[in-house]
């Protein structure tokens, strides 16, 4: 059984400690070269963008021993912080994640809350009401995540089942254990990626018969394995084929992401399915570069989002075209390079490493 | 009489002890565990769910030693878990949105894989839309139940969406269907040994107490909401009153089989059949009941009259905390699952217990069958003979209303009268002549002196029969009537606040000294009653901190009348005093017969007063939440300050029972702040050790200090300025695009951000009065001294004395906005306040002194003199928001 409970305000304790010279010297080999021997962000690494410097504190992804433990562990996805749980032992890393967050500048202790989970080794899902994901989108009332041990959370509204997008952060806080319950989830990981910016259209489409209702079947959690199964349904309510969705963080040559594993089988017949999963960033856009597997659109700051398509199907602008036959299942694995960061990858990088991507 | 007679059965029955003992499992540090719902494997592991959304197993559940138990985590992260079955070793968990399987693939003890067996039912986002389970049908189908949700009123109960209010059935191949209709917090479902259905239901609107249910297809129980989702409805796109009863509660509506009396229930979790074979007692085939409010477990047995089920219940084991859910062990052990988070009820709130029969047999009714002669109550074991004569027994019977209101009382209590008692030949079973039972209604009887030859007392005196029918030998026709019987409505609730100041709404602490006092939940350590364990939550004020102060209101009070709720520890000691120097005593007197003035509810001493002792002891016990009401005249001084007239307690009352009445009190009591003034502060003891405090209110009456007195009088100087009707409306200048209209009584703003000012733009030193209303989520202000707003801005400037009920805006009704902030809501949305804001220009500053009914709440002087003079103004905040004003009046100051 895994500890579930993120135990705050040991920081405090943490911070008043003096690392030890064997931190010390793990610091040196580990983080300086980026963040440099005092921690200002002034390492000896040629970056795109300077490191994060500790003395100047706020961590985007939280500055509890817990969260600067998983960022150790794990790295940051789409950015050059590697992660450090092959190469260093928990509590080594749990050493340095005091040491960091003692270089910052003073914090008050959240007091302990008792009600935050946190993602260990294994994925968690986590049903509950949803908040709105962004401005002007709707909160669902059915709603579940699903974080994974890097520090992505995948959020779902399950009424249809229909990604609405994924954070990157501490996973989730239970406001709904205080009080009567029923009270909305609160994910505090950042959203990194919304689809078609949080309120997207029905995942499915049957030509000719229209949105296919995806109604949730189930989660599991096996491994490091996390997803979702669900059935496709046609307005009268028939089943035309069922899904499982396993989702996980994606890295690449180009960049770092996330990557939805579909596999789909229909219950019957033979027909063409579109799946809308693709969501590209915005109706208006076309690609800046694509092949047969790969497209990549302009975002913000000049870098690029890229899909990568692996697998059955055919990668369209803002779909997958896929033909089901009964007896035999089509799986195809639909990556999402992001634009988390300055490390996404730029149209020059990608065209010289065309074929890597992969 | 009844009522004191009830209280003396709650006290503590140590007895009880001798036949079922109580263990309490540990509970791992860090964990909370808030059990709803419980089974048990093939293997005799016991499996519960939680409201924390995770699945515990407890290996070896029936060891003698319950802190050596092993209890660990199988799956977590779902919605709730207020149902649990285990069918074929396979988990299900009904939560709040789906009804689950929970599998372990690998056999490694933790949960792999969830499916969604079915989820066909509507959530619409509201806390209230719990969903409770989850017993099987004799076919194999799960029953499960979905609360009414609450809209704007939280008192009633709606069906936004399907089927809440229903009772569902849903097959193990997911196909789910509406069972049964009329429900409103049905939080417990059992079966019986032949698959039948019994539900419990909690007391609101259209239930008057708490009632079990036995549920049959396609009937309706008779909460209204649910209809919304039947044929007739739906074909008709008709919507159920608020506040009519409809229609088919004349016609089709199915009683109750069992009505718990509200001193024994006032929350009722789920309830079990005792199909243990003897192994939990003489009790076989009756259903035990867990009640969480009272932390106890009740017993109930139903017979057959007419066709239908009805019948008596009983207090079986108290004291053992907030119990949720009761589930029978193989071996006849009963585990109760304990929580009461966001409910309230006697700690521990949450945990897991094991009640156990110790072997020894205790003297209880067994059974009680009703006759078309009165009773027949059948015992455990003979009586003396000649033990109990008619003069023994006290009866009385009574009926409820059926409205949309919170609850009923008991209503036409009726005593009656035993005329003869037969004992049987085996001495255990005893005929009751009692004339003059009616159908539709309760009967509840306390039997005295009844004990076996060996001088053994019976162990609980009393029962309470749900008489729907008299038998057909009775030669009575079947009555139609109801024990809940359809009353014409009262006025709506609107209004009901009126008048109330709710002095701990919102941020609890800011309208009061607190140093020490959290706002919090709290819960009885333990392992030690005399002390709470808080943690996170808002269900009480509790001097938990370090070296806790008094608890004392910012602002002074007259006369008035103060409602609040408090929970003591063991030894627990507290006070409150009303104006700061009169204390009502609280003490922890549980058991006590004997009660003095310094005893709980007693009014403690003066230097030469010898205080008033409480009239019965009313104190239920410790860790149990009591509500004290108390009605309070002020001392009267004139104008050299000679006293004219002495403090006078009107009334003081503790659940409802009166233990105080008329007393006059001459001088302040022990440990007042200080000597008798007209107005002062209301200050809860925080230093006698610790106390638990909740929901404090107070309003205020008129008297001759108050801001506030009555309609402004033109006499006084006070000049009316509510326009008479649209005409002169039309002359009130505006800012912004609101909407103002006027219905001959009341001015209204509605519509888009705006603001209406009076007229007259050059008023100085001024008080002004005004009646208003503000709609929930609704946002407005009442400015003196302001301009209005230019051309392209649109707030003007000006004092403005905030109105703000329940609008997400921390400054609430009282603030001076952004000097002086009040985060209490004083006032709750939909019901009509006096506003009074003085403003005048002193040596030192200009001071705005704003009252809310009477009391000032806010007094600032400004030493900047931001504003100088200008406009009287009302604000109408955004789309959405109304602001009702029934009257303005202004008077100007020398």
């Known amino acids: 059984m895994s500890a579930t409970f993120l135990a705050l305000g040991l920081g405090l304790v943490a911070a008043l400690q003096q690392p030890d010279d064997a931190t010390r010297a793990l610091f040196i080999t580990n983080c300086a070269p980026c963040h440099g021997e005092s921690g200002d962000g002034q390492g000896s690494t040629q970056l795109d963008r300077p490191a994060r410097s500790f003395a100047d504190g706020g961590f985007s992804f939280g500055n509890t021993e817990e969260a600067l433990l998983r960022t150790i562990s794990t790295g940051i996805p789409g950015t050059p912080m590697p992660g450090f749980d092959q190469t260093l032992d928990e509590g080594q890393r749990r050493a340095l994640a005091q040491l960091v967050r003692a270089l910052g500048p003073p914090t008050d202790d959240v007091e302990t809350l008792g009600s935050q989970l946190d993602v260990h080794e294994r994925p968690l899902v986590v049903r509950g009401k949803l908040p709105p994901i962004a401005e002007e989108t709707d909160e669902h009332p059915r709603g579940l995540l699903i974080g994974t041990p890097g520090g992505l959370t995948f959020q779902y509204r399950t009424d249809d089942v229909r990604l609405l997008g994924v954070r990157l952060g501490d996973f989730v806080q239970r406001t709904d254990w205080g009080g009567r319950g029923g009270s909305a989830l609160e994910p505090l990981g950042v959203p990194v990626f919304l689809c078609e910016g949080g309120a997207p259209r029905a995942s499915f489409e049957r030509p000719g018969a229209g949105d296919l209702l995806a109604k949730l079947s189930g989660s599991f959690v096996r491994g490091r394995e996390a997803g979702l199964t669900y059935r496709l349904l046609e307005a009268d309510g028939r089943v035309v084929a069922t899904v499982t969705e396993r989702v996980d963080a994606l890295s690449t040559s180009v960049g770092s992401g996330f990557a939805r594993h579909f596999r789909i089988e229909s219950t019957g017949e033979a027909f063409p399915l579109l799946a809308h999963v693709v969501h590209p960033p915005d109706d208006a856009t076309q690609p800046a570069w694509r092949d047969a597997k790969t497209l990549a659109f302009p975002a913000e700051g000049g870098v690029l989002r890229t899909i990568l398509l692996e697998g059955d199907g055919v990668l369209a602008r803002d779909r997958v075209h896929l033909s089901l036959e009964p007896g035999r299942a089509l799986a195809f694995t639909l990556g999402v390079v992001t634009t988390l960061d300055h490390a996404a990858p730029t149209l020059e990088r990608l065209r010289a490493e065309a074929g890597l991507a992969r | 009489?009844?009522?004191?007679?009830?209280?003396?059965?709650?006290?503590?029955?140590?007895?009880?002890?001798?036949?079922?003992?109580?263990?309490?499992?540990?509970?791992?540090?860090?964990?909370?565990?808030?059990?709803?719902?419980?089974?048990?494997?093939?293997?005799?592991?016991?499996?519960?769910?939680?409201?924390?959304?995770?699945?515990?197993?407890?290996?070896?559940?029936?060891?003698?030693?319950?802190?050596?138990?092993?209890?660990?985590?199988?799956?977590?992260?779902?919605?709730?878990?207020?149902?649990?079955?285990?069918?074929?070793?396979?988990?299900?968990?009904?939560?709040?949105?789906?009804?689950?399987?929970?599998?372990?693939?690998?056999?490694?003890?933790?949960?792999?894989?969830?499916?969604?067996?079915?989820?066909?039912?509507?959530?619409?986002?509201?806390?209230?839309?719990?969903?409770?389970?989850?017993?099987?049908?004799?076919?194999?189908?799960?029953?499960?139940?979905?609360?009414?949700?609450?809209?704007?009123?939280?008192?009633?109960?709606?069906?936004?969406?399907?089927?809440?209010?229903?009772?569902?059935?849903?097959?193990?191949?997911?196909?789910?269907?509406?069972?049964?209709?009329?429900?409103?917090?049905?939080?417990?479902?059992?079966?019986?040994?032949?698959?039948?259905?019994?539900?419990?239901?909690?007391?609101?609107?259209?239930?008057?107490?708490?009632?079990?249910?036995?549920?049959?297809?396609?009937?309706?129980?008779?909460?209204?909401?649910?209809?919304?989702?039947?044929?007739?409805?739906?074909?008709?796109?008709?919507?159920?009153?608020?506040?009519?009863?409809?229609?088919?509660?004349?016609?089709?509506?199915?009683?109750?089989?069992?009505?718990?009396?509200?001193?024994?229930?006032?929350?009722?979790?789920?309830?079990?059949?005792?199909?243990?074979?003897?192994?939990?007692?003489?009790?076989?085939?009756?259903?035990?009941?867990?009640?969480?409010?009272?932390?106890?477990?009740?017993?109930?047995?139903?017979?057959?009259?007419?066709?239908?089920?009805?019948?008596?219940?009983?207090?079986?084991?108290?004291?053992?905390?907030?119990?949720?859910?009761?589930?029978?062990?193989?071996?006849?052990?009963?585990?109760?699952?304990?929580?009461?988070?966001?409910?309230?009820?006697?700690?521990?709130?949450?945990?897991?217990?094991?009640?156990?029969?110790?072997?020894?047999?205790?003297?209880?009714?067994?059974?009680?069958?009703?006759?078309?002669?009165?009773?027949?109550?059948?015992?455990?074991?003979?009586?003396?003979?000649?033990?109990?004569?008619?003069?023994?027994?006290?009866?009385?019977?009574?009926?409820?209303?059926?409205?949309?209101?919170?609850?009923?009382?008991?209503?036409?209590?009726?005593?009656?009268?035993?005329?003869?008692?037969?004992?049987?030949?085996?001495?255990?079973?005893?005929?009751?002549?009692?004339?003059?039972?009616?159908?539709?209604?309760?009967?509840?009887?306390?039997?005295?002196?009844?004990?076996?030859?060996?001088?053994?007392?019976?162990?609980?005196?009393?029962?309470?029969?749900?008489?729907?029918?008299?038998?057909?030998?009775?030669?009575?026709?079947?009555?139609?009537?109801?024990?809940?019987?359809?009353?014409?409505?009262?006025?709506?609730?609107?209004?009901?606040?009126?008048?109330?100041?709710?002095?701990?709404?919102?941020?609890?602490?800011?309208?009061?000294q607190s140093q020490g006092w959290s706002h919090c939940d709290v819960d009885l350590d333990p392992d030690d009653p005399r002390r709470f364990t808080s943690r996170e939550g808002n269900g009480a004020i509790a001097n938990v901190g370090e070296a806790p102060v008094n608890f004392v209101s910012h602002s002074d009070f007259g006369d008035q009348e103060l409602r609040l709720n408090f929970m003591l520890p063991q030894g627990g000691n507290s006070g409150v005093y009303l104006q700061g120097r009169y204390e009502i005593q609280l003490l922890d007197s549980a058991g006590k017969r004997e009660v003095g003035y310094g005893d709980c509810g007693g009014i403690y001493k003066g230097a030469t007063w010898p205080g008033s002792p409480p009239g019965i002891n009313a104190f239920l016990g410790h860790g149990q939440w009591h509500r004290l009401t108390a009605s309070f005249r002020a001392p009267r001084f004139d104008a050299e300050g000679n006293k004219t007239e002495n403090a006078r307690f009107l009334w003081v009352d503790i659940d409802g029972v009166r233990v105080q009445e008329d007393v006059e009190v001459p001088e302040v009591t022990g440990g007042a702040l200080g000597a008798e003034v007209a107005r002062g502060p209301l200050m809860l003891q925080g230093d006698h050790g610790p106390v638990a405090y909740s929901d404090i209110r107070i309003k205020p009456l008129w008297d001759e200090t108050s801001r506030v007195v009555g309609r402004p009088d033109a006499a006084d100087g006070w000049v009316a300025l509510l326009p008479e009707d649209e005409d002169e409306l039309d002359a009130w200048p505006r800012s912004g695009d609101s909407i103002w209209s006027h219905d001959g009584d009341v001015l209204i703003g509605e519509g888009p951000t705006g603001h209406l000012y009076t007229p007259r733009g050059d008023y100085t030193d001024i008080e002004v009065r005004a009646r208003l209303k503000i709609n929930d989520g609704g946002n407005s202000g009442l400015y003196v001294r302001t301009a209005r707003a230019p051309e392209g801005s649109t707030w003007p400037a000006g004092y403005e004395a905030q109105v703000n009920s329940s609008f997400p805006d921390p400054q609430k009704t009282g603030s001076l906005y952004s000097l002086a902030p009040v985060l209490t809501h004083l006032v709750p949305p939909d019901t009509w306040f006096d506003y009074a804001v003085t403003c005048r220009d002193e040596a030192d500053g200009t001071r705005v002194s704003i009252a809310v009914n009477g009391i000032v709440i806010s007094d600032f002087l400004d030493v900047e003199r931001r504003h100088a003079a200008g406009h009287l103004a009302l604000q109408q905040h955004h789309e959405g928001s109304v602001i009702e004003c029934a009257g303005l009046w202004v008077r100007e100051l020398e």
């Open chain 2, 1 to 512: 009489m009844i009522l004191s007679l009830f209280l003396a059965a709650l006290l503590p029955q140590v007895s009880e002890a001798d036949y079922y003992t109580l263990e309490h499992f540990p509970t791992p540090a860090g964990e909370l565990f808030e059990i709803g719902g419980m089974d048990f494997l093939a293997d005799g592991r016991l499996v519960f769910s939680t409201r924390r959304g995770q699945v515990w197993i407890v290996d070896e559940p029936l060891a003698d030693d319950v802190s050596t138990a092993k209890i660990t985590l199988f799956a977590e992260g779902l919605w709730e878990g207020l149902g649990l079955t285990i069918v074929d070793d396979e988990i299900f968990v009904l939560q709040r949105t789906e009804l689950s399987r929970l599998v372990d693939e690998d056999g490694d003890d933790v949960c792999d894989r969830i499916d969604t067996v079915s989820d066909d039912w509507g959530v619409s986002g509201n806390y209230h839309e719990f969903a409770f389970g989850l017993p099987r049908a004799a076919n194999g189908n799960f029953f499960m139940a979905l609360n009414v949700s609450f809209g704007s009123k939280w008192w009633i109960g709606k069906s936004p969406v399907p089927y809440r209010g229903w009772v569902l059935q849903v097959a193990p191949d997911g196909t789910t269907r509406p069972f049964a209709s009329g429900f409103r917090s049905p939080c417990g479902l059992g079966t019986n040994a032949a698959g039948e259905l019994f539900v419990t239901d909690n007391q609101g609107d259209w239930l008057p107490a708490g009632p079990i249910h036995h549920v049959q297809e396609g009937r309706w129980y008779g909460h209204p909401a649910s209809l919304d989702w039947t044929p007739e409805y739906l074909d008709a796109g008709a919507k159920t009153s608020d506040e009519i009863p409809p229609a088919r509660a004349s016609i089709d509506r199915q009683p109750a089989a069992l009505w718990l009396p509200y001193a024994w229930s006032r929350s009722a979790g789920n309830l079990v059949f005792d199909q243990t074979g003897g192994a939990f007692g003489p009790f076989g085939g009756q259903m035990f009941v867990a009640e969480l409010t009272n932390g106890l477990v009740l017993r109930a047995d139903l017979e057959k009259v007419r066709g239908e089920y009805q019948g008596a219940c009983f207090l079986f084991r108290q004291q053992i905390g907030s119990v949720a859910r009761v589930a029978f062990a193989p071996d006849g052990s009963l585990f109760c699952g304990l929580t009461n988070r966001g409910w309230g009820g006697l700690g521990p709130g949450s945990g897991l217990a094991r009640v156990r029969p110790t072997g020894k047999l205790p003297l209880e009714m067994q059974r009680v069958h009703l006759t078309p002669e009165g009773f027949e109550v059948t015992f455990t074991k003979p009586l003396a003979p000649d033990s109990v004569s008619p003069a023994d027994i006290d009866l009385v019977q009574y009926d409820y209303d059926y409205w949309w209101e919170y609850g009923s009382p008991e209503r036409d209590h009726t005593p009656l009268a035993a005329t003869a008692t037969v004992l049987s030949a085996d001495r255990r079973t005893l005929a009751i002549s009692v004339p003059g039972i009616r159908p539709a209604r309760v009967a509840r009887a306390r039997l005295f002196n009844v004990a076996t030859a060996e001088g053994e007392a019976l162990l609980h005196e009393e029962f309470a029969y749900t008489v729907n029918q008299l038998p057909e030998a009775s030669g009575e026709p079947p009555t139609r009537e109801h024990v809940a019987r359809v009353v014409p409505p009262p006025p709506m609730r609107e209004g009901r606040d009126e008048g109330w100041l709710m002095l701990t709404w919102g941020d609890a602490l800011d309208h009061w």
